[in-house]
């Protein structure tokens, strides 16, 4: 995802949990998975390792795609791979 900015919201829980503009870069760039949450707004997830000692845990932002550039809604990580991450088809 090229051409998108990143709302207030966003930049304060990103800063509030850890989160660096890198990182959310880093997913933008290239997600492990785009899933559709409702029309016009999408969750882009990766895997992650996180801490010591090591963990996997998912790192999702939230991207309204309906308007141009595309607005980053909120980005956070979370443990709970099953509820979110989809099985490849």
């Given at each position: 995802?090229?051409?998108?900015?990143?709302?207030?919201?966003?930049?304060?829980?990103?800063?509030?949990?850890?989160?660096?503009?890198?990182?959310?870069?880093?997913?933008?760039?290239?997600?492990?998975q785009r899933i559709?949450?409702?029309?016009?707004?999408?969750?882009l997830q990766s895997?992650?390792?996180?801490?010591?000692?090591v963990r996997l845990?998912?790192?999702?932002?939230?991207?309204?795609?309906?308007?141009?550039?595309?607005?980053?809604?909120?980005?956070?990580?979370?443990?709970?791979?099953?509820?979110?991450?989809?099985?490849?088809?």
């Amino acid at each position: 995802m090229p051409n998108y900015v990143v709302t207030e919201h966003a930049l304060f829980e990103m800063k509030r949990r850890g989160l660096s503009e890198e990182t959310l870069r880093q997913v933008l760039s290239s997600p492990d998975q785009r899933i559709d949450v409702r029309p016009g707004r999408v969750a882009l997830q990766s895997r992650v390792a996180v801490g010591v000692p090591v963990r996997l845990q998912l790192l999702r932002v939230v991207v309204d795609i309906d308007r141009e550039p595309a607005e980053v809604v909120t980005a956070y990580r979370t443990s709970k791979m099953l509820k979110y991450w989809r099985p490849e088809s």
